[in-house]
């Protein structure tokens, strides 16, 4: 047990330096301050039931979901998503975009610039968290173009879109921009494979 936790707290600094990086671009295109954190990093094994995947999603999915997604193949293969609620999204947008945010009550609706621009947020903060487990591990990652949808509801199902992706990564992750905190998660699916190659070059590097 000692053991894993150590992996999980090496992929959790790993993935907070992922993260930082990302704020930091993100902070430089939008001209503001943007704060991400990783507080906290699962690792869930699917094919034991997705009721634990679940509870975890309920705490960060509550409403209308907005999900970016990228997939990566070659030396490791899996799928990962970017999750927040679209309520908090939108305010995110427009901070993104430098329009005021409005006082009438949220809908579920997106512009084609809103989905352009979580693509760009989501391709941002997912290559760079995957491109440093990557660079750590010494591992050749070759990414889709993001793809971003909007969920009335979400549950593990929609993250178990192939069968071969057994384990799941889960981070808590958080956005603070002038004052504002998003909350939201990643979620990232794996080969059994993949996490063995993973944690394996973890072992090789301590």
Do not use: W
Not at 30 to 39: A, C, E, G, S, T
Request: hydrophobic fraction near 40%; proline fraction near 2%.
């Amino acid at each position: 047990m000692n053991e894993m936790i150590s992996k999980e707290d090496i992929l959790k600094e790993l993935f907070n330096i992922g993260v930082g990086k990302a704020a930091s671009t993100l902070s430089e295109i939008i001209d503001k301050r943007i704060l991400l954190d990783v507080p906290d990093v699962k690792i869930l094994d699917l094919k034991d039931g997705d009721a634990e995947l679940n509870e975890y999603l309920s705490q960060v999915a509550e409403g209308a979901i907005m999900v970016s997604s990228i997939s990566f193949k070659e030396k490791l293969e899996g799928k990962v998503s970017l999750i927040f609620p679209a309520d908090k999204m939108r305010h995110f947008i427009n901070l993104c975009l430098h329009e005021e945010q409005m006082e009438s009550p949220y809908n579920a609706e997106f512009t084609d610039i809103d989905f352009d621009t979580i693509k760009e947020i989501g391709n941002i903060v997912l290559n760079s968290i995957m491109g440093e487990v990557g660079n750590y591990v010494n591992l050749h990652l070759d990414y889709t173009l993001p793809e971003v949808k909007v969920f009335h509801c979400i549950d593990a199902e929609t993250f178990m879109d192939n069968g071969e992706y057994t384990l799941v990564l889960l981070l808590y992750i958080t956005f603070n921009i002038e004052n504002t905190e998003i909350e939201g998660a990643i979620v990232i699916n794996l080969t059994l494979k993949s996490l063995d190659d993973i944690l394996n070059k973890i072992d090789d590097g301590r």
